[in-house]
């Protein structure tokens, strides 16, 4: 490939990678469907106890390894962790307006998630249960649904280093499917965390609001969230609060205090990471072209290079051999053909010396 060809090539590449980004980025809206019947989780912050008896059930229904400290330490949950590769679930204590509560943390299984629409090898799939489940037969590794992620949970296998693969919550998608509960909720001693369809755990939530106002703020976190997400959860009034705002959702308050995110909009995240990162998988098969054509010019321009460099040398080794000729004829006629074999041997064998020298040379 010449130099005007590749760049005619690079153009044209160029041109059909901004039509294929710009598609994407129109395409971004409504990513995924919304399915209407789909389960959920309503997590009732008033109603936890901390008793860590929904991670002790997660790590076991999914065979995850044991932690270093027993469940029944609930010293743990005074430190404010995160998932992880091999805790998909933990639970945490806060202080909400200077009472203690705790909070469950694990995947929210978004409505619209935003690891599916950040992962170019599509190892995220939302479900019409309402789960968001992973598939590491493809990943690359590339931890863009980490990145992605507004809630920062997905996990990753940092300490394998072969095949490692992406982890969290499956929100028990294979007991779903045998009729069962996910393991933490039935492991739940004190209903704190309730199953049902999304659509249901809205109106329960809305009536738990109606009927303790005083209890819970009026507001069903998960409900519009990030496009809304299956797992919900409702925050407690506690305390003496003078002058409550209006929009607790954007203002923080008790769902703050609880370590949550009142920032995040109505708009899925996946809005806004799809049409930059749908882009990838061109940008993935682009570049090795671009590289590579940048190598074979560089290639052939070493080759052309290379013949002309030997077309001089041969060049001159000719003329070389020319004058040789012309002072043998000379002494020929002037000292005779004795002395002329004699003077072409001499000639032909520092010829061949100075050739070598220079060939020694050029290695080096």
Request: net charge neutral; aromatic share 10%.
């Amino acid at each position: 490939m010449n130099r005007r060809k590749f760049l005619a090539f690079l153009g044209t590449a160029g041109v059909t990678s901004a039509i294929s980004t710009a598609r994407v980025a129109e395409a971004a809206p409504h990513t995924f469907p919304y399915y209407e019947n789909s389960f959920g989780v309503l997590h009732d912050v008033t109603r936890c106890i901390g008793c860590r008896r929904c991670e002790a059930a997660c790590q076991e229904v999914n065979h995850l390894p044991m932690p270093d400290k027993p469940f029944t330490d609930l010293a743990v949950t005074e430190t404010r962790r995160r998932t992880t590769a091999y805790a998909w679930t933990v639970v945490n204590k806060y202080e909400v307006n200077g009472q203690p509560f705790f909070r469950k943390l694990q995947c929210y299984h978004c409505n619209d998630p935003a690891c599916a629409a950040a992962c170019f090898a599509k190892c995220f799939q939302k479900l019409p249960n309402g789960a968001v489940v992973y598939d590491g037969s493809q990943c690359v590794g590339c931890r863009y649904c980490m990145v992605a992620c507004p809630f920062y949970v997905p996990g990753f296998q940092y300490d394998l280093a072969w095949d490692p693969l992406v982890q969290k919550c499956t929100f028990c998608e294979k007991r779903l499917k045998e009729g069962k509960l996910p393991g933490c909720v039935e492991a739940c001693p004190v209903d704190a965390i309730t199953f049902g369809k999304r659509s249901d755990l809205i109106k329960i939530a809305r009536a738990r609001i109606a009927a303790n106002p005083e209890k819970y703020v009026d507001y069903v976190y998960g409900e519009t969230d990030a496009g809304g997400t299956a797992w919900m959860v409702l925050a407690p009034r506690a305390g003496a609060v003078e002058n409550p705002p209006d929009d607790l959702a954007v203002t923080g308050s008790e769902f703050s205090q609880l370590g949550m995110d009142t920032h995040l909009g109505t708009q899925p995240m996946s809005e806004y990471t799809y049409g930059a990162l749908g882009a990838v998988p061109m940008i993935v098969a682009f570049w090795p072209v671009v590289f590579g054509g940048a190598y074979a010019i560089t290639k052939r321009r070493e080759a052309m290079n290379k013949a002309a460099m030997e077309k001089v040398k041969q060049k001159a080794k000719d003329g070389i051999v020319e004058a040789i000729d012309a002072a043998v004829r000379k002494i020929e006629e002037t000292e005779g053909p004795g002395a002329a074999d004699r003077a072409r041997k001499a000639m032909t064998e520092a010829l061949k010396d100075h050739e070598q020298k220079d060939s020694g040379h050029g290695e080096e």
